[in-house]
């Protein structure tokens, strides 16, 4: 299982910082404890669709030493194309890509379907999307059925009622999506609290984890989440 410390941007800082801190100093420093890939967020481009820091995250793929996904409020060819120019491990489609399918089919024709992931965020298991005033008809399990049936086959699946709530992981979810799309990766995020979340995600089947608000609020090392072990090992 992957774990992916969380660079959150906004206006050009790390968002939601005891302190100003800059995300080329945090991703160092999550890199520097062992982590191998990273989940970089723009917050301006997702939230307001305004790519101010694209600079930024530019710099960090080529700078620093992880594997790095982009989450940038990609919802549109001409975002996909500036980022995918970045060169970055993964390309995160933007959870508002479920109300245009066609979006992704053009998606995975400009791209390997392995380079793309879905943020799949998810209300009382129904498909959302943040920033949308819209309501999905569709469960989160048909979005994934309809999405793998595109070609994309990897989903950040987040309960929403507990994204940075630190109130622990929807693990039960996780098992759902793994049933609904045998063979899918799915990457648990939203609610991480303590390393007894990731080892449920680990018993789950997810194939990664994303670390947000735990690791800046000092509530999980990262060296010792990045040490737990695999399962059977």
């Known amino acids: 299982m992957i774990l992916l410390p969380a660079v959150d941007i906004a206006a050009g800082t790390v968002a939601r910082a005891q302190k100003p801190t800059s995300p080329e100093t945090l991703a160092r420093s999550f890199v520097e404890a062992g982590a191998t890939h990273l989940h970089v967020v723009d917050l301006d481009a997702a939230l307001r669709g305004e790519h101010a820091n694209t600079t930024i995250i530019a710099e960090l793929v080529r700078s620093i030493p992880a594997k790095i996904e982009i989450s940038a409020g990609i919802r549109d060819l001409d975002t996909l194309h500036r980022y995918a120019a970045l060169k970055p491990w993964q390309l995160i489609l933007a959870s508002a890509t479920i109300f245009d399918p066609g979006f992704a089919q ?41 999405f793998a049936h595109f070609g994309i086959r990897r989903f950040i699946v987040t309960d929403i009622s507990r994204d940075g709530t630190l109130v622990g992981l929807n693990t039960q979810l996780v098992r759902e999506i793994r049933t609904a799309v045998p063979g899918c990766s799915v990457v648990a995020s939203g609610g991480v609290r303590s390393l007894a979340d990731l080892i449920a995600a680990r018993d789950a089947g997810a194939s990664g984890v994303v670390l947000g608000r735990a690791l800046l609020d000092g509530l999980i090392s990262l060296r010792d989440a990045l040490a737990l072990p695999e399962p059977g090992s």
Do not use: F, H, I, Y
Request: glycine share 4%.
């Open 106 to 146: 053009a998606s995975v024709r400009e791209l390997p379907p392995e380079q793309l992931t879905l943020a799949l965020d998810v209300n009382a298991g129904m498909a959302a999307a943040r920033g949308v005033t819209e309501t999905s008809k569709l469960s989160a399990l048909e979005v994934a059925r309809e």
